[in-house]
Nanobody, 115 residues
Framework: QVQLVESGGGLVQPGGSLRLSCAAS????????MGWYRQAPGKQRELVAT???????NYAESVKGRLTISRDNAKNTVYLQMNGLKPEDTAVYYC?????????WGQGTQVTVSS
């Protein structure tokens, strides 16, 4: 059974940094994309960033230049380096893995940006 375990969330001041990690346990065949999404209170879940198995990244306009996605294919792990955080980045962050056969979601990790 596949499980995605996220870590790295927390409380940070505006302008600060956090690094999120998401590791997949179990066997996932034919992964083609990994990504991060977020959901703020009262809002719909939105895409933050995705990265293909070949390392091609895609970002939401609101995070370009501040957040960086990366992955370790051998470890089935995806990371999100978040710099220059703003209060509007406050949300629950979810990782997602898309394979040829299924999509898997993590349980979410809270990121709060506040002074």
């Amino acid at each position: 059974q596949v499980q995605l375990v996220e870590s790295g969330g927390g409380l940070v001041q505006p302008g600060g940094s956090l690094r999120l990690s998401c590791a997949a346990s179990g066997s996932i065949v034919s992964i083609y994309q990994m990504g991060w999404y977020r959901q703020a209170p009262g809002k719909q879940r939105e895409l933050v960033a995705t990265i293909t198995r070949f390392g091609i990244a895609n970002y939401a306009e609101s995070v370009k230049g501040r957040l960086t996605i990366s992955r370790d294919n051998a470890k089935n792990t995806v990371y999100l380096q978040m710099n220059g955080l703003k209060p509007e980045d406050t949300a629950v962050y979810y990782c997602k893995i898309d394979s040829r056969y299924a999509a898997y979601w993590g349980q979410g990790t809270q990121v709060t940006v506040s002074s």
